[in-house]
């Protein structure tokens, strides 16, 4: 090979690397912003870098070695969706976001739960990790799901899940929002029956399947009872209105809802009407949930005792 030629060589071969480095510098930016400033090997090999290449951005301070074969970029900031990331890349590939976790990740929380729940399948052992729960669980093909380049459980199980350890309100919400249906819920529900928080989470979809309404004004009226309030009777009139709970001398009404997924357009505005015209009337009205009765109880016998030693 001429000089003239190793020198036309040597300039193909520059210019190949410039391209190549450009190239790969988009796809590192493309990946990165698509995980929140997170990546691991495997993503990095995909478009070229090898660990040398990964060891020299970490020695530069480029990245933060985070976790088993996980980086992160440190110019970004830690979210907590960058948080729920590595977390999952750190228990490894088959490693499935679930519980509360996937919950939130679906939206259904404002706030990102502590630890991050993560499943994965039976036998699968390994060292504990700080800030990870780890359940053992093999799911159903049905019950994998990537959402934002996250693998997590589906939403009907995620919204189970939740509901057991956050409270029935969140499959309400979920319900109300159309997330979910209650058919998709029953039936993710029954792919794991001996799981644990099974009969919890049996007794919220039996409550929620009937609207809980006639359910919850019974435990209310065992709440009152328990509590030593007395005065009140239950469907009583006021004002040409009929009313759950009626303490005619405090004139307070407690209204008890069931969930609030089965009220209808037009019963909302009925109800609103209602409450309207008995608070022009002269009368407190307060509204409690089957939530409210079942996981704040203490909460709203709390609001009801203040309301009557207000109106004494």
Same mark, same amino acid.
């Given at each position: 090979?001429?000089? @003239? *030629?190793?020198?036309? &060589?040597? !300039?193909?071969?520059?210019?190949?690397? $410039?391209?190549?480095? /450009?190239?790969?510098?988009? *796809?590192?930016?493309?990946?990165?912003?698509?995980?929140?400033?997170?990546?691991?090997?495997?993503?990095?090999? !995909?478009? +070229?870098?090898?660990?040398?290449?990964?060891?020299?951005?970490?020695?530069? #301070? %480029?990245?933060?070695?985070?976790?088993?074969? /996980? &980086?992160?970029?440190?110019?970004?900031?830690?979210?907590?969706?960058?948080?729920?990331?590595?977390?999952?890349?750190?228990?490894?590939?088959?490693?499935?976001?679930?519980?509360?976790?996937?919950?939130?990740?679906?939206?259904?929380?404002?706030?990102?739960?502590?630890?991050?729940?993560?499943?994965?399948?039976? #036998?699968?052992? #390994?060292?504990?990790?700080?800030?990870?729960?780890?359940?053992?669980?093999?799911?159903?093909?049905?019950?994998?799901?990537?959402?934002? +380049?996250? /693998?997590?459980?589906?939403?009907?199980?995620?919204?189970?899940?939740? $509901?057991?350890?956050?409270?029935?309100?969140?499959?309400?919400?979920?319900?109300?929002?159309?997330?979910?249906?209650?058919?998709? /819920?029953?039936?993710?529900?029954?792919? &794991?029956?001996?799981?644990?928080?099974?009969?919890?989470?049996?007794?919220?979809?039996?409550?929620?399947?009937g609207g809980a309404r006639s359910h919850a004004e019974r435990i209310?009226?065992?709440?009152?009872?328990?509590? !030593?309030?007395?005065?009140?009777?239950?469907?009583?009139?006021?004002? +040409? &209105?009929? @009313?759950?709970?009626?303490?005619?001398?405090?004139?307070?009404?407690? %209204?008890?809802? #069931?969930?609030?997924?089965? !009220? $209808?357009? *037009?019963?909302?505005?009925?109800?609103?009407?209602?409450?309207?015209a008995l608070v022009a009337a002269g009368w407190t009205v307060l509204?409690?949930?089957?939530?409210?009765?079942?996981?704040?109880?203490?909460?709203?016998?709390?609001?009801?005792?203040?309301?009557?030693?207000?109106?004494?």
């Amino acid at each position: 090979m001429s000089p @003239g *030629d190793t020198q036309c &060589y040597r !300039s193909r071969l520059r210019n190949r690397i $410039a391209d190549l480095r /450009v190239q790969w510098g988009v *796809d590192l930016r493309t990946i990165l912003s698509a995980n929140d400033g997170v990546i691991t090997l495997a993503q990095a090999a !995909s478009v +070229g870098l090898d660990r040398s290449a990964v060891r020299r951005r970490v020695s530069s #301070g %480029e990245w933060r070695h985070v976790g088993r074969g /996980v &980086y992160f970029a440190a110019d970004r900031r830690l979210t907590d969706r960058a948080r729920t990331r590595i977390k999952r890349a750190d228990i490894g590939d088959r490693a499935v976001v679930s519980g509360a976790s996937a919950a939130w990740w679906f939206r259904m929380l404002d706030r990102a739960p502590k630890p991050v729940t993560v499943c994965v399948p039976r #036998g699968r052992h #390994g060292a504990a990790r700080e800030g990870v729960l780890v359940i053992h669980r093999d799911l159903d093909p049905v019950d994998v799901v990537s959402v934002d +380049g996250l /693998v997590v459980v589906s939403r009907p199980l995620a919204a189970i899940e939740a $509901a057991v350890t956050h409270g029935a309100g969140v499959l309400d919400n979920a319900l109300l929002r159309h997330l979910v249906t209650l058919d998709d /819920v029953a039936a993710a529900h029954d792919r &794991y029956p001996s799981r644990r928080g099974s009969p919890r989470a049996a007794a919220i979809i039996e409550a929620c399947a009937g609207g809980a309404r006639s359910h919850a004004e019974r435990i209310a009226h065992r709440l009152l009872d328990g509590a !030593s309030i007395t005065g009140w009777t239950a469907n009583d009139e006021a004002s +040409g &209105y009929a @009313g759950d709970l009626l303490f005619a001398d405090a004139r307070l009404i407690v %209204e008890i809802d #069931g969930f609030a997924f089965h !009220s $209808a357009a *037009d019963d909302f505005q009925r109800d609103r009407t209602r409450q309207n015209a008995l608070v022009a009337a002269g009368w407190t009205v307060l509204r409690f949930t089957w939530a409210d009765l079942t996981e704040r109880p203490d909460h709203v016998l709390a609001v009801i005792r203040h309301a009557l030693r207000r109106a004494a």
